[in-house]
């Protein structure tokens, strides 16, 4: 057979592919073309034949037979106990099933993205106790450069009881296009396992920056956190204090709290709530300004006030009350005219929706909050604002209001919103739909950093403001984070496979306040120089160069959206004095290039026994150049 090296994603070591050959097969898939129109047809006949292939992990005791196109002709002796199937895990002497044949799905790698290839999925194959369901991805890659069988790239776990084969060949470029012909699109069940396989809209990796944006009723009294009704109704003594000394009587814990004078209600702040000074297209030209690619506004929080109309939030809604404006539909329009990507926040729970309260008084033996607020609620904003992300949160007070199915039902949704929707080749939806919820990233938890490589993509949520969501007017500006602290968190979760959703709170009456702008104009500044090292980018075979972890690596991708890691970024949050800057990971070759982002002409550098040496260049102090972080792009390395 034939014998290839690969490189293994997530370990950076090197796996043996074995073809075994059993004879031709006849291997076809079809797949919809760009928006439904027409039909892609791929002829992977001569890559399955050789027609398995046995796939060994190094430094493992793992290894994988697998077929291309129908069941492995010759299952090892481990797995002749098992049925036949289009591959097995091999792991010492035990033998897992990795799908079924009669299970398949098959559709383009990417959405809206025929030409790059197809991928096949076998699922329904063994599952441990409560375990999912393993299953096998293969991901075939158009490339007209390989054109004797197939050359295996990669293997990893994605998603989760998933092995994702990563393969390379001409096999994979559709032989034909046919516009007339209809070709049905795949179908994703209302389960988390079969929405877990539905390929992830490439723009999200590639634009790694966005905003966030709370913004509602709490934005009125601007008091500490968004969660200002919350602490208000929870008796928490400085909320209520303050509360019932500015505005009037809440009626929270009166033998507590005694207060004389008129009432004023949480509600009461509704009216105050005017947007006045609201100009969409200042704030979108901001966020473009800021470098950001995408946008995400709350579009409901746990308030339970929609900032648009909506008819299930009678009177509690910014058309019939405060600014008797639509802000979601306004702000959509100015962030798409602006070129970027729009997206919507919407807390599931609503703290004081009778509806939901009574499901949690039934300890969810009633779903009605769900069925008559929630649900109809989700549909009409997509088929009214048609975002691109839908940012789930708040999934619930009470354990049973935290389940994702069973409550929720976030599956019966999703699987409308991937196939049926006018969004359902864009769109992406987060994790946090409650428990055992999926989503085509994880967030973590809110400011999420955790500087080192996490294999699936991901989020990070964080704060302008170091304490609030929602504009907090008690803080000065020490409680603000510099531009330096933001660029830093952009680069390091860039670095490890993560994008940046940095918040900010705007005023009631619809400002973005200096502070939040500035500190967006800043990171924009330094993104017009070095955005090279961030956007299209992928995670590097390293993730940082020192235990300091101020100096952190991206390569960009090839046109398959895959790492190219003869290039890579060294972005820097170091200036050594001593006028070097030493990479200790990196190796350089004779045909090695060094460059500086946004310096002119070559950087000198030498290769040492600790390392690469880069001597930093001599910058004139017109030089539009970062006081941050700087960038060195190096080419042909090791």
């Not at 073309?33 to 001569?46: R, V, W």
């Not at 058309?319 to 539909?329: E, S």
């Not at 994880?442 to 490589?453: E, I, S, V």
């Not at 940082?544 to 060294?570: E, F, R």
Request: hydrophobic content about 35%; proline content about 7%.
């Amino acid at each position: 057979g034939l014998i290839v090296n690969m490189a293994l994603l997530i370990c950076s070591v090197l796996l043996l592919m074995v073809a075994l050959s059993f004879g031709a097969e006849e291997c076809h898939f079809s797949v919809p073309g760009i928006n439904a129109t027409g039909c892609y047809h791929y002829d992977l006949s001569k890559e399955a034949n050789p027609h398995t292939y046995e796939i060994q992990m190094p430094n493992s005791s793992t290894h994988y037979m697998v077929s291309v196109c129908g069941n492995v002709k010759q299952p090892p002796e481990e797995c002749k106990s098992k049925p036949p199937a289009p591959a097995y895990e091999i792991d010492g002497k035990t033998c897992r099933v990795l799908g079924m044949l009669n299970q398949t799905l098959n559709y383009q790698v990417a959405p809206q993205t025929p030409h790059l290839g197809v991928r096949v999925v076998y699922h329904g194959g063994d599952a441990d106790g409560d375990s999912m369901d393993r299953a096998a991805l293969f991901d075939f890659m158009c490339d007209p450069t390989v054109t004797d069988g197939a050359v295996l790239r990669m293997v990893s776990e994605w998603p989760k009881f998933t092995v994702k084969f990563t393969f390379f060949s001409a096999a994979a470029c559709p032989v034909s296009h046919n516009d007339t012909e209809q070709c049905p699109s795949p179908e994703f069940m209302n389960t988390w396992r079969s929405l877990a396989f539905r390929p992830v809209p490439r723009w999200f990796d590639d634009v790694k920056f966005g905003i966030f944006i709370h913004w509602g009723v709490f934005s009125v009294p601007s008091f500490k956190t968004e969660w200002y009704w919350h602490q208000l109704k929870s008796g928490n003594a400085e909320f209520v204090e303050f509360h019932n000394s500015v505005y009037g009587c809440s009626g929270v814990m009166p033998e507590k709290f005694p207060c004389t004078g008129p009432p004023f209600k949480y509600a009461d702040f509704a009216p105050m709530f005017k947007a006045e000074m609201f100009d969409p297209d200042h704030w979108a030209s901001v966020f473009k300004s800021s470098g950001a690619k995408y946008v995400v506004l709350t579009s409901k929080h746990h308030e339970g006030w929609c900032n648009f109309p909506s008819p299930q939030h009678w009177n509690w809604n910014s058309m019939d009350i405060g600014p008797h404006r639509d802000l979601v539909g306004n702000l959509t329009s100015s962030v798409r005219a602006a070129g970027l990507h729009m997206g919507l926040y919407h807390s599931l729970r609503e703290w004081y929706n009778p509806l939901y309260e009574q499901d949690n008084t039934d300890n969810c033996s009633t779903t009605t909050f769900v069925d008559e607020v929630l649900q109809p609620t989700l549909r009409d904003m997509v088929l009214k604002y048609k975002p691109e992300i839908i940012w789930a949160d708040g999934a619930g007070d009470a354990p049973c209001t935290h389940d994702s199915t069973k409550y929720w039902k976030a599956p019966d949704f999703i699987s409308w919103l991937y196939n049926e929707s006018p969004v359902k080749d864009s769109v992406l939806v987060n994790g946090r739909w409650g428990t055992g919820s999926g989503g085509d990233y994880t967030t973590g938890p809110d400011k999420y950093t955790p500087g080192h490589l996490v294999p699936g993509k991901w989020e990070s949520c964080f704060t302008i403001q170091m304490h609030s969501w929602g504009y907090d007017r008690t803080e000065d500006l020490s409680g603000f984070w510099n531009a330096s602290h933001l660029i830093y968190q952009l680069v390091s979760s860039v670095a490890c496979n993560g994008n940046l959703l940095l918040n900010i709170g705007p005023s009631h009456d619809g400002r973005i306040m200096p502070t939040f702008e500035e500190r967006l104009l800043q990171i924009g500044a330094w993104l017009e120089v070095n955005g090279e090292g961030i956007y299209n980018t992928t995670p590097f075979r390293i993730q940082t160069d020192t235990s300091m972890k101020n100096i952190w690596y991206t390569s960009p991708k090839n046109q398959w959206g895959q790492p190219n890691w003869n290039v890579v970024y060294a972005i820097s949050f170091v200036w050594p004095e001593s006028g070097e800057l030493v990479l200790t990971q990196l190796k350089s070759t004779s045909k090695s290039e060094v460059s500086m982002l946004g310096h002119d002409g070559p950087v000198k550098f030498s290769q040492e026994s600790d390392g690469l040496h880069v001597m930093l260049p001599d910058l004139k102090p017109a030089q539009p150049l970062s006081t941050v972080a700087w960038t060195f792009k190096l080419e042909n390395i090791q």
